[in-house]
């Protein structure tokens, strides 16, 4: 009988992250001399608040031992002061810290659904929502939302042809990654009434709520009436303090049998990294100045980007209202490949360029692995604007050029 090594059926089915995929291009440009503007990725370039890195320098503990599994209490009780200025009120015993926010999504979705039960994602959407319900058995279906309508919310009647029997959750991520679209009040209580009529779940990605350049109130999944049985808080230090490497990030719920389910899933991961909680309690109080420069930064950035695009002949974007990231629809049929062509063909040299640098280029996110609706998101792409105005200026210039080179 001839027995064969096969991957898993999950494995087969787990997307490439569209915000990673190409990094072996990026690399390979890189070892030729290429210099990279960064545009693909959310990694803020702004130094990490200095109390953090204060207490990274003077660990004087003898030994690194395990945390508790839902994380240290002193974290958590640093946490409900935290919400407690975006009047969400909260037990320290409702927060559980995790390895992230993508393990919070996780653990979620393992405590919450069944294999074959089915979560609704206004899309495009963070891509590895998926690759985490793939990791559970669940199935992602999606509501489109469209570059022409700003990804603003579709009517209630979209999402109620999606539910049936295994439906069981709603997810949303506000401010949104990859559009930068913040839900209005009259779209949160429509989300609200639909997870109320028929008893859903709501998965609420809240990691970048410091982040909001309008008017427009802040409304967290914690602030709708009715369904707080039915909400799980998605959070991370890792944007809003530039700490993206040192993966704390926390699930939040007023649900006990959901926390003591998760509880069950942390005991048999262990605990979270202990060096990350040190650092993030530290983050927490006292850095509001940092915040507010943060802030402030990224209102200039966010503009710069947005005007840039806009400016470029065939690009478009709407404007983001919230996150660092936006969605721009560019002149080519397919993005993929003109991104991966960015990393491989194209090369930008001119009398800025240094010495010891053979040309520029830029990377983008190929907005297409945001969809799961096929055909959608070819001509498009996600940026993100967390380079400093200088640099993300001259990724403009570089992305024009392309564009130029690439349509001749």
């Given amino acids: ?125 963070y891509a590895n929502y998926m690759s985490f319900a793939i990791s559970a058995g669940a199935v992602i279906r999606t509501v489109v939302t469209t570059i022409d309508e700003g ?16 439906t069981k959750a709603v997810l949303i991520c506000n401010p949104n990654n990859p559009t930068g679209y913040l839900y209005t009040q009259k779209e949160m209580n429509q989300i609200r009434d639909l997870v109320k009529k028929y008893n859903l779940y709501l998965f609420s990605d809240e990691v970048y709520r410091e982040f909001i350049y309008t008017g427009s109130p802040y409304i967290s999944a914690m602030h709708l009436e009715g369904i707080e049985q039915n909400v799980v808080l998605i959070d991370s230090v890792s944007k809003r303090y530039s700490e993206c490497g040192i993966r704390i990030g926390a699930l939040i719920t007023k649900n006990e049998q959901v926390r003591k389910t998760v509880m069950k899933f942390c005991q048999a991961r262990l605990s979270p990294p202990l060096i990350g909680q040190l650092i993030a309690e530290a983050s927490i109080e006292g850095t509001e100045q940092y915040s507010r420069d943060v802030y402030d930064e990224y209102v200039e950035r966010r503009k710069c980007l947005i005007d840039g695009v806009n400016r470029i002949p065939g690009c478009y974007t709407p404007v983001p209202m919230g996150a660092f990231y936006t969605v721009a629809q560019l002149p080519v049929d397919d993005t993929e490949k003109f991104c991966a062509w960015c990393l491989s063909d194209f090369c930008w040299k001119d009398d800025k360029i240094p010495a010891d640098k053979v040309g520029e280029t830029i990377m983008m996110a190929p907005a297409a692995g945001f969809y799961s609706t096929p055909g959608m998101g070819l001509n498009q792409v996600r940026l993100a604007y967390v380079l400093n105005k200088r640099d993300i200026q001259r990724a403009l210039f570089l992305l024009e050029r392309a564009l130029e080179q690439y349509n001749k």
């Avoid at 002061?81 to 995790?98: P, S, V």
């Avoid at 919310?153 to 029997?165: S, W």
């Fill in 151 to 166: 990804f603003c919310l579709p009517k209630v009647e979209k999402f109620e042809e999606l539910i049936n029997e295994r």
């Fill in 1 to 125: 009988m001839d027995y064969k090594l096969q991957i898993s059926q999950r494995g087969v089915e787990m997307p490439a992250s569209p915000i990673r995929k190409l990094a072996p291009l990026a690399y390979a440009a890189e070892d030729r001399g290429v210099k990279i503007y960064r545009l693909n990725i959310g990694q803020p370039d702004l130094p990490t608040p200095q109390k953090a890195l204060d207490i990274l320098k003077h660990v004087d503990r003898k030994t690194l031992e395990y945390s508790p599994s839902q994380g240290y209490r002193s974290l958590r009780k640093a946490l409900v002061n935290y919400y407690e200025r975006y009047q969400i009120k909260l037990d320290a015993d409702e927060i559980i810290i995790t390895s992230g926010g993508s393990e919070a999504v996780l653990f979620a979705f393992l405590s919450c659904l069944n294999p074959g039960d089915e979560i609704i994602v206004p899309e495009p959407a």
